[in-house]
Structures are given as structure tokens and as C-alpha cells.
């Protein structure tokens, strides 16, 4: 997620006079429905566009800024545009880029946490980092975490890692740094914990998901310069999904649009799902009272859903407490005008089994009909509810395909291969020294990392310098230390031929030279082939 796109200005001068030519007609105005030309062509002051399930919303945040561009109302690297996931970002930067070209290779978008990436790099040390910081992956917080529980002795089955872990991840999404939790919180474990957990992230050079873009709300308010410098650069701030954000995520958003205030948030009041995860509904709601003077745009023309589905949609969202309002209608030209528009069928069963074999039942009518099994698909909430279908599924020799399963990123050989390209770019990343030290195996076990552990602290160094130390004054002998001067010297290795190699020859040449590959190689278990 580091940097996921180019957020730098252009070098050529020339680029903006490659949408020039646009600027008299707009073409794609003309597909826009009423509603959705007035969210892209008001460009002044503040700007709520309610959009509900299937209205275009994408199409009126690309369309706004291809106008904006188009009309030279901002150089493209002028414009902030914040997505809530990399797959939503890298859509809008595809069609921004059919509909005005390369030029929109400069506009700021990204996630939250990739635009908050790039503030932090150039920052990092106004909070106490490095600019080269590593980026935690949950697996690597809770151990952490773990490490703190079993230093402080603190009794974990009162205090699990992933409870507290989550506890910390809602105060970083309030804006609730370390300090505030001194003043505004009685002392506590948890409280304690926090404080320890955030001195080990600045130690290790690290940061986790909640610190980038807590980090960043840092920097620009306690810098003044720094602060202006965004507020002037972003002449057009747009912000998708506005209804998930959290406190954090608000108060920056008001901070670099109090200049220019051209501010267009887009969301749906009725589709926030995320309060779980430290998103506040209410920072929509009153998006109004944020701005006295702000424009508030519905989109209620659906094109995806058939008018009985809209109906019991809006029947029973109608019953919300805390909404906006609006009403979701089939829109003229929707392709759902021409598919079958049957009434929803909502069924009760005593349990998932019961469930399991009345949707096998209907399958069955189904296949014997006009349909194949490829033409249906079962959704469900959570993995684990699977089970029944795929045991029904295989008594009644019917064939499936089970969607889903880990993410690449959480796979152990994944992590492991990160964790050696992070420790060739940070030797000081404990967490990630600590994951491969000993795979492949070096004859290195629990003692031994605790030994160089140890060693670290009493020396006021990471891990790293502290096991080069004693290798060079002889504390490590047997096994250990010639694996370990294999190791590091790969590491020295790696890190002068990391220049002249492509990221992916510089992973053959890791994984190979640590003998990663070989151990894979060596697994005869049925897993290995596929890691």
C-alpha cells in the first residue's frame, strides 16, 4: 500500500496542455444524468453528494475531475483524491485517464493511507522516524504486543494481544496519541501497554496502519509551515465513501480544505458498515453544520438493482434513525428494466444445515431447467458458513468451488520473504530479523533469539548491530555462528547489488541465496508445491 502511486509533480512543464483541447465541450458531460452533471459541474465552495447502491458515484468523482482539469480550474497535481481501497483508487486512475490522458498520472490519488505514506516519508521526523520507516502487518503488531504483555508481566488470558491490539487501533482512529492518553485517560494496563508499544515502534523505526495516518494529523498540526504548504497546494480535495471515515481521517480532511474549502465528499448515510472499525456515520451527518454554506446533490437514479429489490431496499432503510434521506428509483435507462424482476423471497430455517439443504434443493430445480450449476453462486458472511454447503455439495455429487481463502499478503511464505526484503532495506526491523533469522533452519532456536534480545536492549541497539557485535567479538560460536555470518554476509551482498537488479531478480537472488527455495523444495507435504 506504501506509495502505490506516482505522487510527485511532473518534470515536463508541457503536460497540463494536453487536456486543452478539451476544454470547449466535455464529451463525457453528455451520459451524465441531470444529477450527476450538477455534482461534476459545481467546482465552487463545498459540495455533499448523497449517492446511494448503484447511482454512478464513481462516474461523478472521475467526470468532476476531468472537468476540473479539463477547464484548467487546477493543475492536476493540485487535486487530492482519496479512496477508501487500492481497487477503487487504481479504477478512478483508469478512467480519468480514458477520458484526459497521462496528465492524470499527476493528480493526488490514492487511499488514505498512501496519500498519509507520502506526507510521513517527508516528514517522518518531526514524530520521531526515519524516512526508510517499515510498515507493519497486523501478524507482526500482536507480536509486539506479546512481547510487551510478557516483559511486563502481564497475565495475557485478561489481557490478550488482539484485544489489545484493537483497543489501541480505536484510539489511533479517534486521534488519541499517547500524550492525550495521559491527560485524558486514567492510568491502566491497556493505557500502559499503549505507551510501551508506541516507544517500541519508534525503537524498531516502524509504524502500524493506525500511526500513518495518526502521524500525519500530527505533523500538519503541530507545524504551521508544513500545514500551509498542503492547504495552498490542494486547490480541490474529493473524498470517496465519506460515510466510513474515522475521526482521524476527518479532521485531516478538514484541515487541508479550511484554504480553498473546494471540498466534494461522496457517500451514502445508508451503507456505513465499517463503525466496527472506528468509522464515524456521524461525520456525514453533519457534513452541513461543518459547512454553513455547502450544496448537498442526491443521486437516486439506480442502474444496477430491478424495482422490487429497490423497494424493500428503501422500505427497510426507511427506518433508520440518523439518516440524510433519499429514494432509490430504476433509473430510464438502467439495464435492470430488461432482467427478470421477481419478488425477493426471504426465508427462515432453524439452523445451517436446514439452510444448507433447502438452497441444494432449489439448485437441483434449477439445473434441471434452463440454468448450469456455473450459473449460480451462494453468498455468504464468513468463511466458516461454507461447511454445510460443501457437505451437502458432496453427498449430492454436485460440483463447487469455494471462492476465497487466505489473502496473498497473509501467507507465511509471503511474510517470510518480506521480512528478508525489509531487513536488507531497515537492519534495524527486529520484528522482521526475528521471523526469518532461523528459516531455513541455522540452528538458531528460542534461547538464542532471547540471548540477542537481551543483548539489543542492554546495548541500546536493534538486534541486528547487536548480533554483528558479537560476532565480531566472538559471543557466538558453534553452528550459530557460522550460519550467521553466511546470513549477514548475504545481507551486505544483497544491499550492493540491490541498485543494478529489477525487484523481481533482487527476490530470485534472496530467496535462493538464503535457501528458501531449497527448503520449499525439500517440503513433501501437500501444501509446498503451491507456496
Not at 229 to 250: A, L, P
Not at 360 to 378: F, K, N, P, V
Not at 472 to 485: D, H, P, R, Y
Amino acid at each position: 500500500m506504501d506509495d502505490i502511486f506516482d505522487l510527485s509533480e511532473p518534470t515536463s512543464p508541457q503536460t497540463f496542455d494536453n487536456i486543452s483541447a478539451l476544454r470547449p465541450q466535455c464529451p463525457w458531460l453528455e451520459i451524465l444524468n441531470p444529477e450527476q452533471k450538477k455534482a461534476v459541474q459545481t467546482t465552487q465552495g463545498p459540495i455533499l453528494v448523497l449517492s446511494g447502491a448503484g447511482t454512478g458515484k464513481t462516474k461523478v468523482l472521475t467526470s468532476r475531475l476531468a472537468y476540473i482539469l479539463a477547464n484548467h480550474l487546477a493543475n492536476p497535481w493540485e487535486c487530492l483524491v482519496v479512496t477508501f481501497t487500492n481497487r477503487a483508487a487504481k479504477e478512478m486512475k483508469e478512467r480519468v485517464q480514458n477520458l484526459i490522458g497521462e496528465v492524470a498520472n499527476s493528480v493526488w490519488l490514492g487511499t488514505f493511507h498512501s496519500i498519509c505514506v507520502k506526507i510521513l516519508r517527508n516528514h517522518a521526523e518531526i514524530v520521531g522516524l526515519k524516512s526508510n520507516f517499515t510498515i507493519l502487518s497486523e501478524d507482526d503488531q500482536k507480536r509486539v504486543i506479546k512481547q510487551i504483555i510478557e516483559e511486563q508481566n502481564i497475565d495475557d488470558k485478561n489481557y490478550s494481544p488482539q484485544a489489545v491490539l484493537d483497543k489501541i487501533s480505536r484510539w489511533k482512529d479517534k486521534g488519541i496519541t499517547t500524550d492525550k492518553i495521559s491527560t485524558d485517560f486514567k492510568e491502566n494496563t491497556v493505557t500502559r501497554i499503549y505507551k510501551l508499544y508506541q516507544q517500541r515502534l519508534l525503537e524498531l523505526n516502524c509504524v502500524d496502519f493506525g500511526d500513518i495516518i495518526l502521524f500525519a494529523l500530527v505533523i500538519l498540526m503541530s507545524n504551521q509551515e508544513i500545514l500551509e504548504k498542503y492547504q495552498t497546494r490542494f486547490k480541490y480535495i474529493m473524498v470517496d465513501e465519506y460515510q466510513d471515515t474515522n475521526v482521524s481521517q476527518y479532521l485531516l480532511i478538514r484541515l487541508l480544505c479550511q484554504k480553498h474549502r473546494n471540498l466534494c465528499c461522496v457517500g451514502d448515510d445508508d451503507q456505513s458498515i465499517y463503525s466496527w472499525r472506528g468509522a464515524e456515520i456521524e461525520n456525514i451527518l453533519r457534513f452541513n453544520k461543518d459547512f454553513k454554506d455547502a450544496i448537498t446533490i442526491r443521486l437516486e437514479r439506480n442502474y444496477r438493482s430491478t424495482a422490487h429489490i429497490l423497494g424493500a431496499a428503501s422500505n427497510l432503510i426507511a427506518h433508520n434513525e440518523g439518516r440524510l434521506g433519499k429514494t432509490l428509483k430504476v433509473a430510464e435507462n438502467s439495464p435492470a428494466q430488461k432482467v427478470d424482476n421477481s419478488k425477493i423471497k426471504i426465508i427462515s430455517t432453524y439452523n445451517g444445515e436446514e439452510e444448507a439443504r433447502h438452497i441444494i434443493e432449489e439448485i437441483e430445480t434449477l439445473s434441471r431447467g434452463q440454468y448450469r450449476y456455473s450459473d449460480m453462486a451462494i453468498l455468504v458472511r464468513t468463511a466458516t458458513q461454507t461447511r454445510e454447503f460443501e457437505e451437502k455439495f458432496i453427498s449430492e455429487a454436485i460440483p463447487y468451488q469455494v471462492i476465497g481463502g487466505l489473502k496473498f499478503y497473509e501467507r507465511a511464505e509471503i511474510r517470510d520473504a518480506l521480512a528478508y526484503f525489509r531487513v536488507i532495506l531497515q537492519p534495524d526491523d527486529d520484528l522482521a530479523l526475528e521471523r526469518i533469522i532461523n528459516k531455513p533452519t541455522r540452528g538458531i532456536g528460542t534461547k538464542s533469539i532471547e540471548k540477542f534480545r537481551n543483548e539489543a536492549r542492554y546495548s541500546h541497539s536493534s538486534m541486528y548491530r547487536a548480533i554483528e557485535n558479537m560476532l565480531a567479538n566472538g559471543s557466538i560460536n558453534g553452528k550459530a555462528k557460522g550460519a550467521l555470518t553466511q546470513l549477514f554476509d548475504n545481507f551486505t551482498e544483497w544491499r550492493k547489488m540491490m541498485p543494478a537488479l529489477t525487484p523481481d531478480e533482487l527476490a530470485d537472488r534472496v530467496l535462493e541465496d538464503s535457501g528458501y527455495i531449497e527448503m520449499l523444495k525439500m517440503d513433501k507435504s501437500a501444501e509446498a508445491p503451491g507456496r
